[in-house]
């Protein structure tokens, strides 16, 4: 047989198909960098990270009023600048994007994500865990961390206190970081309060505003503000809020979903959005009501936070929902 030949224009012209052919391939799928936890500090915080990226951070700590702050407040808001803990901030977009702000002059006790609420009554008295008056959680100092091949998680004991005085409430946080995927990262949120005496209530700001769930943003650019609940006769009932914008200086836009767990109390919750905060919250309890802690049942909420690195259709929150929705709690999203 005779051999063939190749001359040197036919075999350049055959690189570029080699080349396609090559990229045409399937490739091994990269293995994601390991969930874990890191303790930046004796006392905390205590950090979620994949591989060396921070995912969140948890100020299980108490964390002291930064030296810029009160010279930037209005005398008014001075008394709300005191120390807080038991909140997440920052927390991360997939690009190491901060997506929650702290420490602000218009609100200077708004702090990430945190669960409370602005009225708690126990005996006879009143007290603002929303605003850091009267009533505050502290750290019991018995924190745990876990991780498995698709998460790391907190598991951190906290107790309210009026002042100086007993505990009231035995709050546990359980807040579980999954492995990026191509739809983002999910957070889920559990939280659990019982009273440790007489009983406790919880309200929302004259019963009807803010209250539970608390999500202050960081600002974006071109900030867009979506929430859906599904009316009471469907047959499986999602409510989801979803924000989307790019970060001042930042190159590419991201976006937050959050979902509600159908077995809150109360559910869904009634979102409740002030858009020039950044601020979007489901709320707890019901508009009109308070809620009673009592020692012999505890309250469990339970949420899902997606992160993003591009806004979300309609049709694919939806999905999102469904399946939170459809799933056992701390199921693999």
């Given at each position: 047989?005779p051999?063939?030949c190749?001359?040197?224009?036919t ?9 396609d052919?090559?990229r045409?391939?399937p490739r091994?799928?990269?293995?994601p960098p390991p969930?874990?936890?890191?303790k930046l500090?004796?006392a905390?915080?205590?950090?979620i990270?994949?591989?060396?990226r921070p995912v969140?951070?948890?100020n299980?700590?108490s964390?002291p009023?930064p030296?810029?702050?009160k010279?930037r407040?209005?005398p008014?808001?001075?008394r ?13 977009g997939?690009?190491?994007e901060?997506l ?15 669960w409370?609420?602005?009225e708690v ?5 009143r007290?603002d865990?929303?605003?850091?008056q009267?009533v505050f959680?502290?750290p019991?100092?018995?924190?745990e ?5 698709d998460f790391a998680?907190?598991?951190a004991e906290?107790?309210w206190?009026?002042?100086d005085?007993?505990a009231i409430?035995r709050?546990m ?5 999954w492995?990026q995927t191509d ?9 659990r309060?019982?009273a440790?005496g ?5 309200a ?9 769930l608390?999500?202050r943003?960081?600002?974006v650019?071109?900030?867009?503000i979506?929430t859906?609940?599904?009316p009471?006769?469907?047959a499986?009932r999602?409510?989801w809020?979803h924000?989307?914008g790019?970060?001042?200086g ?11 767990s ?9 979102w ?6 950044s601020?979007?919250q ?7 009501t308070?809620?009673t802690l009592r020692?012999e049942?505890?309250l469990v909420l ?8 591009k806004p979300?259709?309609?049709?694919a ?5 469904t399946?939170?929705s ?5 199921a693999?999203?």
């Amino acid at each position: 047989m005779p051999r063939k030949c190749w001359t040197l224009p036919t075999i350049l012209a055959l690189l570029p198909l080699a080349a396609d052919s090559a990229r045409a391939q399937p490739r091994a799928a990269e293995r994601p960098p390991p969930l874990g936890i890191r303790k930046l500090a004796p006392a905390g915080p205590w950090e979620i990270v994949e591989g060396d990226r921070p995912v969140l951070r948890y100020n299980y700590q108490s964390v002291p009023i930064p030296d810029d702050v009160k010279p930037r407040l209005a005398p008014g808001n001075q008394r709300y600048a005191v120390p807080r803990s038991d909140y997440v901030h920052p927390l991360y977009g997939l690009h190491g994007e901060v997506l929650t702000d702290d420490w602000l002059a218009d609100h200077p006790h708004h702090r990430g994500i945190y669960w409370a609420w602005p009225e708690v009554d126990w005996q006879g008295k009143r007290g603002d865990l929303h605003a850091l008056q009267e009533v505050f959680a502290r750290p019991t100092g018995k924190i745990e961390s876990a991780q498995g091949a698709d998460f790391a998680e907190i598991e951190a004991e906290n107790e309210w206190h009026f002042g100086d005085g007993p505990a009231i409430v035995r709050e546990m946080a359980v807040l579980r970081a999954w492995r990026q995927t191509d739809v983002g990262r999910a957070i889920d949120l559990e939280f659990r309060f019982v009273a440790l005496g007489a009983d406790v209530q919880v309200a929302r700001r004259d019963r009807s505003h803010y209250g539970g769930l608390n999500i202050r943003l960081s600002p974006v650019v071109d900030q867009k503000i979506v929430t859906f609940t599904d009316p009471p006769e469907a047959a499986l009932r999602v409510a989801w809020a979803h924000r989307s914008g790019t970060p001042r200086g930042g190159r590419w836009p991201t976006a937050l979903t959050i979902l509600q767990s159908p077995g809150n109390p109360d559910y869904p919750g009634d979102w409740v959005q002030y858009p020039n905060l950044s601020w979007i919250q489901p709320t707890f309890p019901a508009s009109g009501t308070r809620y009673t802690l009592r020692k012999e049942r505890p309250l469990v909420l339970r949420y899902r936070l997606w992160i993003h690195d591009k806004p979300l259709a309609a049709e694919a929150i939806r999905k999102l929902a469904t399946t939170y929705s459809s799933l056992p709690p701390g199921a693999l999203p």
